[in-house]
């Protein structure tokens, strides 16, 4: 189906801003697992049916590029390098298994070890069911090293019913707690959940990345004061223009 976008929307930057670890160029098209995804203009994309909520926006980027772009100096330059990036909305499950494998890791060995998990690249991401007949070792077979034990125990924690209590949580704070509750997931994990699969923009998570760009650039602080509702898509913009620079 045909999705049409208010603003500007660039692929190839969103797949490669670190948020999805199975976004990939294929030739003329893009790869989301086994689904197709392509760019049709500038203010438009055609995805599979069964992913349309995937590519599905509620934020203003334009507002939120025009804000950072008033703001003058680095953020300025991110807006402007980041333009037509949008924070997919993934599978909460995915996601929380994919994260924790993220933890001290680099993207490539992330996406290499998620394309053995699914079986291959072109793969659907297996059901919690699948993963429950996983053991520890089964784990360890996949390259995840110490991850194994908080993978072993995440699956089996990550149940309906405690999905459903995280999206239907009022406040980010309160789903980052019960996000924490999940071994492996510390307040940087937690915070790449609650803003890749759970809509909440004000997330802000700090990686290496983000730490050294406040360090370099905001003589160590981020004053979040200015884009509290929306922090998260600011912090998008910023680690994107920290990796291609």
């Given at each position: 189906m045909v999705i049409e976008y208010p603003y500007d929307v660039d692929l190839d930057k969103i797949a490669?801003?670190?948020?999805?670890?199975?976004?990939?160029?294929?030739?003329m098209y893009y790869q989301y697992g086994p689904y197709v995804v392509m760019q049709l203009g500038p203010k438009k994309l055609w995805v599979e049916d069964c992913v349309e909520s995937v590519f599905t926006q509620t934020a203003d980027y334009a507002y939120i590029e025009s804000l950072m772009q008033s703001r003058g100096g680095y953020?300025?330059?991110?807006?402007?390098?980041?333009?037509?990036?949008?924070?997919?909305n993934q599978p909460l499950f995915e996601t929380v298994i994919s994260f924790i494998i993220s933890q001290n890791n680099n993207i490539k060995r992330i996406e290499g070890i998620i394309d053995k998990l699914?079986?291959?690249?072109d793969r659907p991401f297996p059901l919690r069911d699948?993963?429950?007949?996983?053991?520890?070792?089964?784990?360890?077979?996949?390259?995840?090293?110490?991850r194994a034990s908080y993978l072993y125990k995440a699956v089996r924690i990550c149940d309906n019913v405690f999905l459903s209590n995280l999206k239907t949580c009022e406040a980010t704070s309160k789903q980052l707690g019960l996000l924490q509750t999940?071994?492996?997931?510390?307040?940087?994990?937690?915070?790449?959940i609650a803003l890749f699969a759970l809509k909440a923009y004000s997330a802000?998570?700090?990686?290496?990345?983000?730490?050294?760009?406040?360090?370099?650039?905001?003589?160590?602080?981020?004053?979040?004061?200015?884009?509290?509702?929306?922090?998260?898509?600011?912090?998008?913009?910023?680690f994107y223009y920290g990796r291609i620079i």
């Open positions: 490669k801003s670190g948020q999805c670890f199975r976004l990939r160029r294929n030739g953020l300025e330059r991110c807006a402007l390098a980041g333009h037509g990036l949008l924070i997919l699914c079986g291959g690249p699948e993963l429950l007949n996983l053991n520890i070792n089964d784990w360890e077979n996949l390259g995840v090293g110490y999940i071994p492996g997931v510390g307040p940087k994990v937690a915070n790449c802000f998570p700090e990686d290496v990345w983000i730490k050294r760009i406040v360090n370099t650039e905001f003589n160590g602080y981020f004053d979040l004061s200015w884009c509290r509702d929306f922090a998260g898509i600011v912090q998008q913009y910023m």
